[in-house]
């Protein structure tokens, strides 16, 4: 018995990890070569700077070919870095003029939480596909008027959760869907990192900072992609042991959730610990996963001695490929808009929870 689900799961892993790739190597044999999409970013920062311009020269199906940035100094140094022409190169106040550039299709906004709704619907109403960083806004209003922008528009929005695109992610969430060790009865999730800034916006409330919408979703998604339900209630707790630093928004967040089959899961988050990982109890057996939500290497095992262990070149590439696939193909998203937003609802719950010290029901 024990080797059967051995190798159901290890075929169902093959199956995930062939249909991640195969379809691209499918589709550009058996049609007309489409060209590739030009991405444009909007937000030269850590992620834009250090994963995602690199990861865009892996890609098969884009290509870096805009910026938008508010800081002149950083334009030569992209220009010569990526081969960006200058017809190319936006500020913030200009952006809007994207609308006449047929070289970019796809805005891919990369930029403080609380700017993601402002330069979603611009780039929307520039008839632009959306690819647009989590957390996706600060609130359930922002998102839904993303989502509806976007759909006035044509066009499509995609959210950055990388880990969605990670056979590693897929192979957990296949369990928490056919159940070979039953219903999911209790998940711990958690993810973290301590970050020694003192002035960036993830410590400034105004631009959507805190642990809850940064490391706090990977946690959150580890409870909805490993039960693969809804939570309908909510219990947070807030905390900080730098109150000189976190004295707007909480350096930790605690909660618990509670979904309709009954599961329970136990959520950290914190920009003051170390930590990422997520085990999930069945009625049957385990999942553990440590890390769950890196950029690479994420990897676990379960109660039957199944390893899950696949590798990937890059994730962001992975991504952005199966993400411009999607929009040159018109099939569905694997992270649209919509998935951001089902965050956001139980993020806004879990801080009223924590600001009213009660459990809120979703
Ligand atoms: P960052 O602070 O390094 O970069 C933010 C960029 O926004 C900078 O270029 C900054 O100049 C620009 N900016 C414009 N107006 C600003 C303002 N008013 N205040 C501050 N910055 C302003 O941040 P980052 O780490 O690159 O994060 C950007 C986005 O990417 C966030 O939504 C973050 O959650 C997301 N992110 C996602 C991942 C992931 O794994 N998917 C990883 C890191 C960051």
Same mark, same amino acid.
């Given at each position: ?21 195969? %379809? ?20 030269? *920062? ?49 952006? +809007? ?15 403080? %939480? ?77 993810? *973290? ?42 219990? !947070? ?22 979904? %309709? ?23 049957? *057996? ?45 099939? +569905? ?20 929870? !924590? ?8």
């Amino acid at each position: 018995m024990e080797k059967q689900r051995r190798i159901f799961i290890q075929k169902a892993g093959l199956i995930a990890a062939a249909s991640a790739f195969t %379809p691209q190597i499918l589709l550009s044999s058996t049609k007309a070569q489409k060209k590739k999409l030009g991405v444009a970013l909007v937000g030269l *920062g850590y992620y834009s700077t250090d994963l995602l311009a690199p990861a865009l020269q892996l890609t098969n199906n884009c290509e870096l070919r805009g910026i938008v940035t508010g800081s002149p100094e950083k334009i030569p140094i992209w220009q010569e870095k990526y081969g960006i022409k200058d017809k190319n190169v936006y500020n913030y106040k200009n952006f +809007d003029t994207i609308a006449n550039n047929p070289d970019i299709d796809v805005v891919y906004v990369v930029l403080p %939480p609380s700017m993601h709704a402002e330069y979603t619907i611009r780039a929307a109403k520039a008839g632009k596909h959306v690819w647009c960083e989590k957390p996706m806004a600060p609130s359930v209003a922002d998102c839904e008027a993303m989502i509806k922008a976007c759909k006035d528009n044509k066009v499509k929005l995609a959210i950055g959760y990388r880990c969605q695109h990670d056979p590693n992610i897929q192979a957990y969430m296949k369990v928490g869907k056919e159940r070979p060790f039953g219903k999911v009865r209790m998940v711990t999730s958690a993810a *973290g990192y301590f970050d020694g800034r003192t002035n960036h916006w993830k410590q400034n409330k105004k631009l959507g900072g805190g642990a809850m919408g940064d490391m706090g979703v990977y946690a959150l998604q580890g409870a909805r992609l490993a039960t693969g339900e809804e939570p309908i209630s909510v219990l !947070a707790q807030a905390s900080t042991t730098r109150p000189e630093v976190y004295h707007e928004v909480e350096e930790t967040m605690m909660f618990q959730l509670e979904f %309709p089959s009954g599961a329970l899961a136990s959520c950290q988050t914190s920009f003051g610990i170390n930590m990422n990982h997520l085990q999930v109890n069945y009625e049957k *057996g385990w999942l553990k996963m440590e890390p769950h939500s890196s950029y690479n290497g994420n990897n676990g095992s379960m109660s039957d001695g199944t390893i899950i262990k696949f590798s990937i070149p890059n994730q962001q590439a992975k991504q952005m490929d199966e993400d411009a696939m999607a929009i040159m193909d018109k099939t +569905d998203l694997i992270v649209p808009g919509e998935e951001g937003l089902r965050d956001i609802r139980v993020v806004e719950a879990i801080y009223k929870s !924590a600001a009213q010290n009660c459990v809120v029901k979703l």
